[in-house]
């Protein structure tokens, strides 16, 4: 059975401070995706990550993807208050037609 | 970029009624559409996945008769929540799987909030 273990659950950090967000999976991927949610919100996409080594960033967010450790992590640098929300990693298994969800890093940015 | 739609975005129910939500790829075809459920605070869970035509694979602990799926086509996917009870109440998102020219990548719906009275 694949799993996608997250960590940490829930993070509060200050401003201007760097966090990095790990996610493990269990099982051989394609690809692994970083979605944002907002309270109350779908969700939305913030990276797509095809390969070993894969690097991807965007503004204040960086995406990396390790293939053979089955690990992906998701950085934070000098975070800000708009960062807030909850963090989902994903995996996709083509020949299996699904994707499982990690269980969320509800992040939270103290002004 | 590719989008999905979900309709109604908000539905309250009375206990005992069925309610229908339609998942809707506007710009591009799907060859997989797939239903998620989300309490609060809490992750996705997928319900079942679904493909054009054919019946849908639901997932362990779902049940088939009460979550009814209908694929009618490559660009429309209903999920139908039958004799509805509170603790049925959540967030329903569905996405759909594009197809090479889209890198087969999914996209997600903006999610309905179903609340059961």
């Known amino acids: 059975e694949l799993k996608v273990e997250q960590n940490p659950l829930f993070l509060s950090m200050q401003e201007g401070k760097n966090y990095t967000i790990y996610c493990n999976y269990s099982?051989?991927?394609?690809?692994l995706y970083w979605y944002r949610q907002d309270p109350g919100k779908s969700l939305e996409s913030l990276f797509v990550?095809?390969?070993?080594?894969a690097v991807k960033q965007e503004g204040r967010l960086m995406a990396s993807l390790d293939t053979k450790a089955r690990l992906s992590t998701l950085h934070i640098t000098a975070a800000v208050h708009d960062l807030s929300a909850t963090y989902f990693c994903?995996?996709?298994?083509?020949?299996?037609?699904?994707?499982?969800f990690g269980k969320g890093t509800r992040l939270h940015i103290l002004p | 970029g590719a989008v999905v739609s979900q309709h109604p975005s908000r539905v309250i129910c009375k206990s005992g009624t069925s309610v229908k939500i339609e998942c809707r790829s506007l710009?591009?075809?799907?060859?997989?559409m797939f239903w998620y459920r989300q309490f609060p605070k809490q992750s996705l869970m997928l319900m079942a996945t679904?493909?054009?035509?054919?019946?849908?694979?639901?997932e362990q602990g779902v049940e088939k008769d009460k979550f009814l799926i209908n694929h009618a086509s490559l660009t429309l996917s209903t999920l139908t929540v039958t004799s509805a009870h509170p603790e049925d109440s959540s967030f329903y998102i569905c996405?759909?799987?594009?197809?090479?020219?889209?890198?087969?990548?999914?996209?997600f719906g903006p999610g309905t909030r179903l609340t059961v009275t």
């Open positions: 994903a995996v996709d298994i083509l020949r299996d037609d699904k994707i499982i």
């Open positions: 679904s493909n054009e035509g054919s019946k849908a694979t639901y």
């Open positions: 990550l095809l390969s070993n080594g």
């Open positions: 996405s759909a799987r594009g197809g090479l020219a889209v890198n087969y990548e999914q996209y």
């Open positions: 710009d591009f075809q799907a060859t997989t």
């Open positions: 099982t051989t991927s394609d690809r």
